[in-house]
């Protein structure tokens, strides 16, 4: 499911599994090169209330995919 939300159809990672807000979520990293274009991508997806919830993070910077796919630790659920 993971690899259709971002496009990475190949792609298998092991999530692994990952609290925020009280709610536990399979986080899936992936990397991909194609010549000189890096691609990253983080998943975080989770099932809540009955419905599937993903939320799909990229960048063409490690660094940048970090800080951005971090910035969902801020979620909260009520």
Known sequence: ????????????????????????????VFE????????GAVVWTTIRRGELLSFAFAANSSEQLKAVAESIRSLRFF
């Open 32 to 39: 991909e090169q194609k010549g000189p274009i890096k691609k």
């Open 1 to 28: 499911m993971s690899a259709w939300v971002i496009g990475f159809a190949d792609a298998r990672p092991l999530p692994k599994s990952v609290v925020v807000s009280g709610q536990t979520f399979a986080v899936s």
